[in-house]
């Protein structure tokens, strides 16, 4: 609701009190947050922006039984007892990592594996992984999967009776 017709209701306004060091800790916190991103950004080939509906069709979403959502402001994609895919687009020399943003707090049944090509790189399980903060899992990928080529299909299977995601960011990264 616009703030302007809520004139008539209550409301109220919260602020983070903090003490000196406090701040002085939130700003290197910051600092330090805007440079992993920096580095991030320099090094991302390809970024599916989860829940955009042109990133995910520039990127041929596709899957069975899967859907979006929205949690602590942010879009995520998940397939219970299904699937989704993306097309990336790959590093011209073929090192490439997959970089992958979850919450740390999923838990129950979420086991799923992670596909490039048809072919398994890594079996995922959410349980607590970092509580009540999101990660960033990074995944390398086999020189031979994305050598010579400039796009890859990755695809996130759930195991039977298991939930595929919830993923909060994707991206393709040239390997370090």
């Excluded at 602590?72 to 590093?91: C, I, K, M, N, T």
């Excluded at 990755?154 to 393709?172: E, K």
Aim: charged fraction near 25%; charge should be positive.
């Amino acid at each position: 609701m616009p703030f302007y017709k809520e004139y008539r209701r209550p409301y109220h306004v919260y602020w983070d009190v903090l003490s000196e060091s406090e701040w002085e800790t939130r700003c290197a916190e910051y600092r330090a947050e805007s440079a992993r991103q920096k580095a991030l950004t320099a090094r991302t080939v390809d970024r599916v922006v989860i829940g955009d509906q042109a990133s995910e069709r520039a990127h041929r979403l596709q899957g069975e039984k899967h859907s979006s959502g929205l949690f602590g402001g942010r879009h995520w994609r998940h397939a219970p007892d299904g699937w989704f895919s993306y097309e990336l687009q790959v590093p011209p020399d073929g090192n490439a990592e997959l970089l992958v943003t979850y919450w740390g707090s999923d838990v129950g049944a979420r086991v799923f594996d992670i596909l490039v090509d048809g072919t398994p790189v890594a079996t995922q399980k959410l349980d607590r992984n970092q509580p009540n903060r999101f990660f960033d899992q990074l995944y390398p990928i086999p020189p031979q999967l994305t050598k010579g080529k400039q796009k890859v299909t990755v695809r996130f299977q759930a195991h039977p009776g298991n939930i595929a995601g919830g993923v909060f960011d994707l991206r393709m990264l040239r390997a370090q």
